[in-house]
């Protein structure tokens, strides 16, 4: 598992994500109302299986969103990974709700979800 707060650590995980390929990712927000009238989203968890040496390994990464700017979330986490149509994100109830906090606080219009 990787916490990305910083330039580097957000490079790092795009470029693991684009060597990966995945076809699905598991997605998780965490949020807050505390310090923010509306509300905004602090945390972007991802996940994804890769098979090394014959054994499967899964790529975590938890994505500090207050430590860049929307602008760089949505060009990166958005573009890269939850606009792209080609990989699937698995996302417990999303549609209802963390659909709706990315698309208000990035712009990000996720496709290709599969809600549980």
Not at 28 to 46: F, K, N, P, S, W
Not at 47 to 76: G, M, R
Not at 88 to 94: A, D, M, P, Q, W
Request: hydrophobic letters at 45%; proline letters at 3%; glycine letters at 6%.
């Amino acid at each position: 598992m990787k916490f990305v707060d910083n330039d580097d650590a957000l490079e790092e995980f795009v470029a693991v994500l684009n060597l990966s390929e995945p076809r699905w990712v598991g997605v998780d927000l965490e949020h807050t109302r505390l310090h923010a009238y509306h509300g905004l989203v602090c945390l972007i968890q991802v996940s994804w299986p890769v098979v090394v040496k014959h054994k499967v390994v899964n790529q975590t990464f938890i994505i500090d969103t207050l430590a860049f700017t929307k602008e760089q979330i949505a060009s990166t986490v958005g573009k890269v990974l939850l606009e792209n149509p080609l990989i699937c994100k698995v996302i417990h109830g999303g549609i209802s709700s963390d659909v709706w906090w990315l698309a208000k606080d990035f712009g990000i219009r996720v496709n290709s979800v599969f809600d549980t």
